[in-house]
């Protein structure tokens, strides 16, 4: 894996042979990774995995028109063969009048911000199997777990550089460690499993492997004899684990790209009160240490915390440079990079602002509804809004978690859940994407 120099300068060389070869302008990106990870099961080692890979990708432009292309071989005479093939697809293409780099004078010119996004410690293999032993061992000690599928610990790195034709240059570098464990309870058909995992850039950051553990087997074990649910209209409560997917919903709907298409729930609603005043939304490019920070997007243009739902009002679209171009705005920072191709929206750290309420005082005068602690499905219609997911979690009776249900649908529409939705005050900052409890009144449950 090169540092974040040299894939800076291999960036600038890939360019300049496009340039020779008669491209107008480009950009070009490279990602590099490393990483380690073991898993053991019943005390047993079941895997070792170590992977490397690296990816240079260069997009092209030639009157008005553009293609992308990206390759492993990062040797010279593959940057030729790479150059050489995308000028020529390019002129071959058809021409898009919103593709194109980024205004040159919103580029980042500023120094990066310093994010704290590297470890500089080494965790080896025999610590990292150490630790998924020591999470797997906490999980089988709990009296009523009865089987294991397993822990694993893994550890990694990756670099990521952007070079534009136009002048920028920027590049850094991110760790990351993983620990998880999950285990099963119960005998015969009335197994049930769950599990517990964390992500961090820092090895300091993580949860003891006893914790989450123990955090697994609790999970698994108040999962045990589900019951079922009845049908009909209720309030649903979502478990901070799962509630976050509701803010993915969101996102999908609000990017530049999906409105220019015409094909989001959001359409002509910029600037409208999407929730109840006291939901905000953040997106915190900045947090140090923080899984999903940057210090500059896709683009090279600068990141910057920004309130994506304000009071309960959408603030606006997240756009790239060609969204904005088709709808007439700025590009807001958010766009990323995968491989090769244009650049798509992508955020940050998100976080739906903490409410004043506890759990306990946000369900209390719910006679009967749902909590939700795994969603199952994919059953969202981005263009309507409509709603329908299979989950598992718990009942709510007279204000208080009841025992486990399981095999049931929630189901609405999001134009007319969002209105709805209240928070506790338990968030906290784990996942990329952070929410508390979350409460949605007048949704439909199919059970029984």
């Excluded at 718990?394 to 009841?402: E, H, L, M, S, Y």
């Excluded at 929410?435 to 059970?447: C, E, F, K, L, Q």
Aim: aromatic residues 4%; contains cysteine; glycine residues 12%.
């Amino acid at each position: 894996m090169l540092s974040p120099q040299q894939a800076e300068e291999r960036c600038h060389a890939l360019i300049e042979r496009a340039r020779r070869l008669g491209a107008e302008s480009g950009d070009a990106t490279y990602h590099g990774s490393s990483a380690e990870s073991v898993q053991v099961r019943l005390g047993k080692l079941e895997d070792v995995e170590r992977s490397e890979s690296e990816q240079i990708s260069l997009r092209v432009f030639v009157g008005g028109a553009s293609a992308s292309i990206g390759s492993s071989d990062l040797g010279d005479a593959a940057l030729d063969e790479l150059a050489e093939r995308a000028v020529a697809m390019a002129r071959l293409a058809p021409v898009d009048p919103y593709a194109g780099l980024a205004r040159e004078d919103l580029l980042l010119r500023a120094p990066a911000p310093e994010l704290d996004l590297e470890d500089a410690g080494a965790v080896d293999p025999a610590q990292l199997r150490r630790l998924a032993e020591e999470a797997e061992d906490a999980a089988r000690s709990v009296d009523g777990i009865t089987n294991s599928e397993g822990a694993s610990a893994s550890a990694g790195a990756g670099i990521f550089a952007l070079a534009t034709s136009h002048g920028f240059a920027g590049s850094y570098g991110a760790t990351s460690y993983s620990l998880s464990a999950s285990v099963l309870g119960g005998e015969g058909s009335e197994m049930q499993r769950d599990s517990a995992w964390r992500s961090a850039r820092h090895f300091a950051d993580l949860p003891s492997p006893d914790v989450i553990g123990r955090l697994a087997a609790e999970r698994t074990l108040r999962r045990l004899a589900p019951g079922r649910v009845r049908s009909g209209p209720a309030t649903v409560v979502f478990d901070p684990r799962v509630g976050g997917s509701l803010v993915g919903h969101l996102l999908g709907a609000m990017s530049g790209a999906a409105i220019a298409r015409r094909a989001s729930f959001l359409l002509g609603r910029d600037g409208a009160q999407l929730f109840d005043r006291s939901i905000t939304l953040l997106d915190e490019p900045h947090r140090l240490r923080g899984l999903r920070s940057r210090p500059f997007d896709g683009e090279g243009l600068p990141t910057a915390p920004r309130k994506l739902i304000e009071d309960g009002r959408l603030t606006g679209w997240m756009m790239d440079s060609a969204a904005a171009r088709q709808l007439g705005g700025e590009p807001t920072g958010h766009a990323g990079r995968g491989g090769s191709g244009a650049p798509h929206v992508t955020p940050s750290n998100l976080v739906i602002q903490p409410g004043a309420v506890g759990p306990a005082d946000l369900i209390a005068d719910i006679a009967e509804g749902v909590y939700v602690t795994e969603l199952i499905g994919q059953g969202v219609n981005g263009v309507t809004g409509d709603y329908s997911r299979g989950a598992s979690g718990f009942r709510i009776v007279d204000g208080a978690i009841a025992g486990p249900i399981a095999e049931f649908t929630v189901a609405g529409n999001l134009i007319e859940m969002f209105p709805a939705m209240r928070v506790a005050d338990d968030l906290l900052i784990e996942r990329g994407i952070d929410v508390p409890t979350i409460r949605i009144d007048g949704m439909s449950v199919a059970g029984d």
